[in-house]
Every structure is written in C-alpha cells, then in structure tokens.
C-alpha cells in the first residue's frame, strides 16, 4: 500500500518539477549569452597577441570589485597566452623586462577614463625609457604594446 | 559536432558490452551495466590518455589516441585475465520476481512518464545549445578555459602556463578539460558542441546508473521512477547542459557506487573489478570534491563489508580471492589517480592564502563560530523546504523525506547493506560539505549563494537511489544454497 501511495505521490511531484523546470529553460533561452559581447570583443583581439607568452589586462579601477567576467572571457579567448590582471600603470610597467615586448589591453568603457589611462600609461613607459605603441583599437579595448628602447 | 562524444559512449557501451560477457550475465543486465559506466570510459579514458601525453611533452593527436588505446588494452587484459581465473559461475545476477498485471501496468505508466521527460529535457538542451553556446559561468571561467590551455599550448610549455595563472581555479583537476580537448584536437575545431555533447553523455549515464543501483540495492519497480525524479528536479535541468562540473560528479559518484552496492548486496556475478577501480578512480580526477566521494565511498564500503562479513559468509561471498580483487579495483583507479597526482605535483599551481579552505587563517574560530553553522543550516533548510527551495528543487526533498518516512525502518546494515552505504554515504558528504562551508575562506553568504545548490545536486542521486532502493519488493539475491 505504501508503495503505491508513494508513486501516486511521485506524480504531482513530477508534473511540477517538470513545470519548474520549463521556467529555468525558458528563463535561460530569453537570457543573453554569458559573457558573448565580452568573448568576441577579445577574440578579435588574439591575433594580435597569439605569440605572445603573457600580456597585461588593465581594466578601470571602477572594477576592482567585479572584474570576474573581464578577466575570464578575456582569458578564455586568448588562451594560451596568460593574462595578469592590473589595475595601476606601475602594475603593467614595473616589474623584470626580458626584453620581450609587453602586450597591454586596455579595456575601459567609460572614453574619458580610457583616453586618462592610456596617457598615463604613455607618460609612465615614457619615464621608464620604453616605447609605447597602440597596436588596435576596438571600441573599448585599446591593444597597446610596450617594448624597451634599443640603444643606437 | 555533438556527434563525436556520443560515439565515444556508444563505442565505449560497445566495449563494456563485450567485456561484460561473463558467465550468468544476461543480455539485458549487460546493456544496463555497459550504459551506466560508458561515460565514465568514453570521457575518462581520453581525458587521462590525453593529459599523460602531453604530461611526457608529445603534441598531436596519435600520442593521446595511442596512450588510451594503451589504457583501453590494458583494461581489456585485466578484464580477459579475471575471466580466466574466474570460477564458472552460473547464477543469474537476482532473481526477479514474476510481473503481475498491477506491476506491468505501473511500469508501462512509469516508461510513459520517462518517455515525456526525457522529450522535454532534449527540448532544453537545444536551449542550451542555441541560448548558451559556451555554457555557464564556470565553463568559461575553468572548465573550457583549461581545455582551451590543453589544446592550443605546445605540451613543453603547459607546465609554465598553468604554474603562472592565478584565477580561474587552474588547479582545479582536469577530466573535463582534458576530455574536452581530446575532442577538440581529434575533430580540428573547438567547438562548443563537444562540451555540449559530453554533458549530454554525462546525463544518460546518470539515468543509466541510478536506474541499475536501484534495481541492484532495491526493488527494479522502483528504477525508473528513481529516474523520473531526479530528472523532473529543477536544479537538474538548471545544471546539466551547463557545461560544469557537478553533473559529471553527481553521475561519477552513482556509477562508482554500483559495484560496491552490488557486492554488499551479494550480488553475482561481481562486475570487473578492473572496470569498477578505473570508474571510482575517475572522481578525484573532476574535482575536489570527488575525492571526499570516492574516499567515502570506499570507506564506508570497507566498514560495511567488515561489520557485515557473518552475513556475506552465509549468502556466499563470490569466490575470487579479496587481496587479488583489491588489487585489480586499484590497478583499474590507477589512470585517474595517476592523472591527479601528477598533475598536483607538477602542473598545479598551489592555492593562494586567501583560497584555501585549511591553510587560510581563523580556522578555529571559524569552527567554533555558532553563527556560521546555524547560517549553513539555514541555507540548506532554505534549499530543501518546498516552501522556500521549490523554483529550483520542487517537491523532489520532500518526496524523499516521505519515503524515509515510509520506510526508513528498513535501513539495518542486515535487510538492505546497499541502501546503508548510500544513505551513509550522502549523509557524511553533506557534513562533509556543511564543514567545508563553515572553514569557508569566501564570504560565507556569497558561498552558499553560488555553490550550495550545485553541492546539493551531487548528493540528490545518492540519496534518491537509497529512499527508491528500500522500497518495494526487493529482488531476492541469489545464493550459492538457492539456485536458481
């Protein structure tokens, strides 16, 4: 008797997981893609950095809290290539130079903050004795490459 | 694309299927165990022959493709070699009762009702597919992101990449990650198809193994209605085409739990031992996680079987020799624990201060703090309550809570071993998992908000294959007294 009443209770429990679990499908089919805008943003970017074995992430200190979905969808698109996260000039510039060029993607939304960070960034290269280039622009995302001076 | 996983399951189904033609297996208990363990080879066996080869510094497809060939060989020599030394048995692996009209009826009911589910949950996952190519957060975020490291590095360099990432959890294992760029190196493409398909392939195995554990633990009427439940959950649809880990942790931990349910329950004969060591030892190569499982697992097997032996000596324990058992369930494990080690010890970057659950600092206190538990007990309260938990669980706690009701009297380590082991073992998972929560070194809120339910969800099969299995008629076990 048991038994059955256990099934006979499995039915409602079915028919309403199943109704709940068309509210999640249907709420995941209207939600945008994670991270889509983000990933082809830095995929167009992966060209430019593909031989490159590390390269700077240098994103607002507005997002010093919330810099997850930045950080992962741009390493999960340029991939091998590891990325160090900054937040600070000195953080992309200091540090041991291998002679390498350095790889700076500078992803700020706000134009005012962005043209400020990479002046920043041009003045700080400059005091170091580096070159600064702008590789590409992409809305956002400003490619920057940093490389040491050769003495003539 | 979403093809080549599930030819690595139905080549992998093909395999277990062949190995699994010993004597007194039928037809139809063979296709039941070859389908709940073929994810575990189909993806296991890549992943590892994968991440060996690039381990000893060789790119390409042919070195991983031999290496898993190799495994494979191996595990078809140790599955050969136990069929010579195997006694002749001839008992059929339980007696099944004799279907009455009521019985077919419900079993007809219950195919028809799986039958629906499982249209509406291939409805969600072209949701998935179309709605959320690149899966979930932690797709992105660790588990696609490592597969994307595996398959576009050059093997020499790995160890330098993995060593210098500092977020995204690059030291987390890597089952998924190797297995997925198994197939991304072996189609030419990443495509997002393949961690797709592989979930999809995670998903029938969990149908496949928690259907076999009930009818192995318990009653075979209550098999599929073990499977309408966990698959009509909410938290399952929300998970599984997600593209992370907890599903293939969830499906792991049943179908690691099968063989050592059917040795319990003196079910014969024994499956492989080989084949039963390489699935468990599977689980600590997903995640963390898995590795509380499979210790549990086996520690609890063990205790089991130790206090139970008056009992297995009357019911006849198969006649093979244990130490050789033993040893042929820890060669099996060996890929995966293999895997794991070396890639802990070499790959692996260590886990920052400020990450690690034993190493960060006020663990005492945060042991002894009373609020941190009653707010784990809270959260967890809040999960399984119908009231407050039903968007993401239904009624499906509630239901399992009414069969304990029914016939948690049946739980004696005597009338139904299996059923002990996995309620046992949910239950030390859960404290496992409320202790994990309460050394957090996270936010604590944060914490239970982002992962509670995705924990919750490894337990769910568990613990709704042990309420099934005690219900019903149970199939008698065969015994060396009582042929059959």
């Given at each position: 008797?048991?038994?059955?009443?256990?099934?006979?209770?499995l039915?409602?429990?079915?028919?309403v997981?199943?109704?709940?679990?068309?509210?999640?499908?249907?709420?995941?089919?209207?939600m945008?893609p994670?991270?889509a805008?983000?990933?082809?943003r830095?995929?167009?970017?992966?060209?430019?950095?593909?031989?490159?074995?590390r390269?700077?992430?240098?994103?607002?200190?507005?997002?010093?809290r919330?810099?997850?979905?930045?950080?992962?969808?741009?390493?999960y698109?340029?991939?091998?290539?590891?990325?160090?996260l900054?937040?600070?000039v000195?953080?992309?510039?200091?540090?041991?130079?291998?002679?390498q060029p350095?790889?700076?993607?500078?992803?700020?939304?706000?134009?005012?903050?962005?043209?400020?960070?990479?002046?920043?960034?041009?003045?700080?290269?400059?005091r170091?004795?580096?070159?600064?280039e702008?590789?590409?622009?992409?809305?956002?995302?400003?490619?920057?490459r940093?490389?040491?001076?050769?003495?003539? | 694309?979403?093809?080549?996983?599930?030819?690595?399951?139905?080549?992998?189904?093909?395999?277990?299927?062949?190995?699994?033609?010993g004597?007194?297996?039928?037809?139809?208990e063979?296709?039941?165990?070859?389908?709940?363990?073929?994810?575990?080879?189909?993806?296991?066996?890549?992943?590892?022959g994968?991440?060996?080869?690039?381990?000893?510094?060789?790119?390409?497809?042919?070195?991983?493709?031999?290496?898993?060939?190799?495994v494979?060989?191996l595990?078809?020599?140790?599955?050969?070699?136990?069929?010579?030394?195997?006694?002749?048995?001839?008992?059929?692996?339980?007696?099944?009762?004799?279907?009455?009209?009521a019985t077919?009826?419900?079993?007809?009911?219950?195919?028809?009702?799986?039958?629906?589910?499982a249209?509406?949950?291939?409805?969600s996952?072209?949701?998935?597919?179309r709605?959320?190519?690149?899966?979930?957060?932690?797709?992105?975020?660790?588990?696609?992101?490592g597969?994307?490291?595996?398959?576009r590095?050059?093997a020499?360099?790995?160890?330098?990449?993995f060593?210098?990432?500092?977020?995204?959890?690059?030291?987390?294992?890597?089952?998924l990650?190797?297995?997925?760029?198994?197939?991304?190196?072996?189609?030419?493409?990443?495509?997002?198809?393949?961690?797709l398909?592989?979930?999809?392939?995670?998903?029938?195995?969990?149908?496949?193994?928690?259907?076999?554990?009930?009818?192995?633990?318990?009653?075979a009427?209550f098999?599929?209605?073990?499977?309408?439940?966990?698959?009509?959950?909410?938290?399952?649809?929300?998970?599984?085409?997600?593209?992370?880990?907890?599903?293939p942790?969830?499906y792991?931990?049943?179908?690691?739990?099968?063989?050592?349910?059917?040795?319990?329950?003196?079910?014969l004969?024994?499956?492989?031992?080989v084949l039963?060591?390489?699935?468990?030892?599977?689980?600590?190569?997903?995640?963390?996680?898995?590795a509380?499982?499979?210790?549990?697992?086996?520690?609890?097997?063990?205790?089991?079987?130790?206090?139970?032996?008056?009992?297995?000596?009357?019911?006849?324990?198969?006649?093979?020799?244990?130490?050789?058992?033993?040893?042929?369930?820890?060669?099996?494990?060996?890929?995966?624990?293999?895997?794991?080690?070396?890639?802990?010890l070499?790959?692996?970057?260590?886990?920052p201060?400020?990450?690690?659950?034993?190493?960060s600092?006020?663990k005492?206190?945060?042991?002894?703090?009373?609020?941190?538990?009653?707010?784990?007990?809270?959260?967890?309260?809040?999960?399984v309550?119908p009231?407050?938990?039903?968007?993401?669980?239904?009624?499906?706690?509630?239901l399992?809570?009414?069969?304990?009701?029914?016939?948690?009297?049946?739980?004696?380590?005597?009338?139904?071993?299996?059923?002990?082991l996995?309620?046992?073992?949910?239950?030390?998972?859960c404290?496992?998992y409320?202790?994990?929560?309460?050394?957090?070194?996270?936010d604590?809120?944060?914490?239970?908000?982002?992962?509670?339910?995705?924990?919750?969800?490894?337990?769910?099969?568990?613990?709704?294959?042990?309420?099934?299995?005690?219900?019903?008629?149970?199939a008698?076990?065969?015994?060396p007294d009582?042929?059959?």
């Amino acid at each position: 008797m048991r038994d059955l009443v256990f099934l006979a209770l499995l039915l409602p429990v079915w028919v309403v997981g199943l109704q709940r679990s068309e509210r999640i499908t249907g709420a995941i089919s209207g939600m945008a893609p994670f991270f889509a805008e983000d990933l082809a943003r830095f995929d167009r970017v992966r060209p430019s950095v593909a031989t490159s074995v590390r390269a700077y992430l240098f994103l607002d200190p507005e997002l010093r809290r919330a810099y997850g979905q930045r950080l992962f969808s741009a390493q999960y698109s340029l991939a091998p290539t590891v990325l160090s996260l900054a937040f600070d000039v000195r953080e992309v510039v200091g540090g041991q130079w291998s002679g390498q060029p350095r790889f700076v993607l500078c992803d700020f939304d706000d134009a005012g903050r962005r043209r400020a960070a990479l002046s920043a960034l041009e003045a700080e290269s400059r005091r170091r004795n580096l070159l600064s280039e702008v590789v590409l622009e992409d809305g956002a995302l400003t490619l920057v490459r940093l490389s040491e001076r050769v003495s003539p | 694309m979403i093809a080549l996983p599930l030819a690595f399951v139905a080549a992998a189904t093909a395999l277990l299927y062949r190995w699994l033609d010993g004597a007194g297996w039928s037809r139809g208990e063979r296709l039941r165990w070859a389908l709940a363990w073929a994810p575990a080879l189909a993806f296991g066996v890549p992943s590892c022959g994968f991440f060996l080869a690039r381990w000893c510094g060789i790119d390409g497809v042919l070195p991983w493709s031999l290496t898993s060939a190799s495994v494979v060989a191996l595990l078809e020599l140790a599955v050969r070699g136990k069929r010579r030394n195997r006694h002749v048995a001839t008992l059929p692996a339980a007696v099944a009762d004799t279907p009455g009209r009521a019985t077919k009826a419900l079993s007809a009911a219950a195919a028809l009702l799986l039958a629906i589910t499982a249209l509406e949950l291939s409805d969600s996952f072209r949701t998935w597919s179309r709605a959320q190519p690149d899966g979930m957060w932690d797709a992105v975020a660790i588990w696609n992101a490592g597969a994307r490291f595996l398959v576009r590095a050059d093997a020499e360099r790995l160890p330098e990449l993995f060593g210098a990432l500092r977020e995204g959890h690059p030291e987390y294992p890597l089952l998924l990650g190797a297995g997925v760029a198994a197939q991304w190196e072996l189609a030419g493409a990443e495509s997002t198809a393949v961690p797709l398909g592989m979930s999809l392939g995670f998903a029938i195995g969990l149908a496949a193994a928690l259907h076999l554990l009930v009818r192995t633990a318990g009653s075979a009427l209550f098999a599929v209605p073990a499977v309408l439940l966990v698959f009509s959950t909410p938290a399952v649809w929300k998970w599984a085409f997600a593209q992370v880990a907890d599903l293939p942790l969830a499906y792991l931990a049943v179908a690691a739990a099968l063989p050592l349910a059917a040795a319990l329950e003196g079910r014969l004969p024994s499956p492989p031992p080989v084949l039963s060591g390489f699935v468990l030892g599977l689980l600590p190569w997903v995640k963390s996680e898995g590795a509380l499982m499979a210790a549990t697992l086996v520690g609890l097997f063990l205790a089991l079987r130790f206090v139970g032996r008056e009992r297995l000596r009357t019911i006849g324990d198969p006649p093979s020799k244990p130490a050789r058992r033993a040893l042929l369930y820890a060669l099996g494990a060996l890929p995966g624990l293999l895997s794991l080690a070396l890639f802990k010890l070499t790959w692996a970057p260590p886990v920052p201060d400020r990450a690690s659950f034993l190493r960060s600092g006020g663990k005492v206190a945060a042991l002894l703090d009373g609020e941190r538990w009653r707010l784990v007990a809270k959260s967890t309260l809040n999960q399984v309550d119908p009231a407050t938990g039903a968007e993401l669980w239904g009624w499906s706690w509630a239901l399992l809570a009414v069969g304990l009701l029914f016939w948690g009297a049946r739980l004696g380590r005597r009338a139904s071993p299996g059923a002990v082991l996995l309620a046992s073992t949910a239950t030390v998972i859960c404290c496992l998992y409320a202790l994990a929560f309460v050394l957090s070194p996270f936010d604590l809120a944060w914490h239970l908000g982002s992962a509670l339910d995705r924990l919750l969800l490894h337990v769910l099969p568990l613990l709704t294959a042990a309420v099934f299995a005690l219900a019903g008629e149970r199939a008698t076990p065969a015994t060396p007294d009582r042929p059959v």
